[in-house]
């Protein structure tokens, strides 16, 4: 509970809801975690598919995105790679990469949930989780996280819970409790979301996208306030006073920061909603339009279908792709 005297934590507690709202949206699923034991020298090859998140027990290591860009990491951190683009990781010198999907094919089992590969020197110890975004109804929310997440010890962000929680998730794996297959899933639940709560703090609004956003305290308060009333008939001059910015102040800081212009976001948002609610097994085309705030059903299908490339009343029985 905050006091209401804490404008800081009241803030706080703001950005916090709004992340609690977006990721309502986007469900996961856990599909394996395991320990990973390397030694110089090493390197390993991430295929496209599955995101992957580490946590640093032992030694470095060096991440290689899908861009080439490089990022050393340490000891304790905490690495997320959320959009499954395909990564390199390695000692940083070696350059023959091994395929880890082949490495689990021929180490992993029921009974060892382990990978071991490198040439016998210095050691790098990780555990290892793979999962998938569920994310069918808002790819684009997924599609605006970066490549890489990286939460350094250093940052005092991880307050030991990351090696818990890997610990705990690794016992539930090895041992194979009633209930396992769940509790892996709803740790890696906590896990994700802990790593993402952690990179907004971190960030401050660094990194573009909805969730650098939520960094920033003003721009933060109009997603809110689009989040909390998506039905309404924003303006940017109603989200600007929300924000205490300019309306030409705030449109600009808002399109730098999500990328996107406020009412774009906002049309984004509210027919993200509307498909949820076309998704329903008695819903109607008219009063899901006029539910979500538009005048016709004409129009509403119009927006509609440019959003997801598909009809409303095609919506319970058509994937949406990344868009």
Not at 17 to 24: G, N, P, R
Not at 27 to 55: D, K, M, N
Not at 81 to 88: A, I, K, M, N
Request: proline letters at 4%; glycine letters at 10%.
């Amino acid at each position: 509970m905050h006091a209401p005297s804490s404008k800081n934590a009241i803030m706080l507690a703001s950005r916090v809801d709004l992340l609690s709202q977006i990721l309502a949206m986007v469900s996961l699923h856990g599909e394996i975690v395991f320990t990973v034991e390397l030694s110089q020298p090493w390197a390993l090859r991430f295929h496209p598919g599955a995101a992957y998140f580490f946590i640093v027990l032992e030694g470095s290591l060096t991440v290689v995105n899908d861009q080439g860009h490089a990022l050393q990491v340490a000891t304790g951190d905490l690495i997320m790679l959320p959009r499954g683009l395909g990564h390199g990781l390695s000692d940083g010198e070696c350059a023959t990469e091994a395929d880890l999907a082949a490495l689990m094919a021929a180490q992993v089992t029921a009974e060892k949930l382990n990978v071991s590969h490198g040439g016998g020197g210095q050691q790098t110890k990780l555990i290892a989780g793979a999962f998938r975004f569920e994310s069918a109804s808002v790819p684009w929310l997924v599609s605006a996280l970066p490549s890489v997440i990286h939460i350094p010890k250093a940052s005092g962000e991880t307050a030991g819970w990351a090696e818990g929680l890997g610990y705990f998730m690794m016992k539930e794996a090895q041992e194979v409790y009633p209930g396992a297959s769940i509790m892996i899933s709803r740790l890696i639940d906590v896990l994700v979301i802990s790593i993402l709560r952690s990179w907004v703090r971190i960030e401050r609004g660094g990194n573009v996208g909805w969730l650098g956003a939520l960094g920033d305290a003003r721009i933060s308060r109009s997603l809110k306030a689009i989040h909390d009333e998506p039905y309404r008939r924003w303006t940017v001059l109603d989200l600007a006073r929300v924000a205490g910015l300019s309306r030409s102040g705030f449109a600009a800081r808002f399109t730098a920061l999500v990328k996107e212009a406020p009412l774009s976001y906002h049309s984004r948002w509210r027919l993200t909603l509307a498909l949820g609610l076309m998704r329903q097994p008695d819903a109607k085309v008219g009063s899901v339009a006029r539910q979500v705030g538009y005048d016709s059903e004409a129009a509403f299908s119009r927006a509609f279908k440019a959003q997801f490339g598909f009809a409303p009343m095609n919506a319970k029985s058509t994937t949406i792709q990344d868009r």
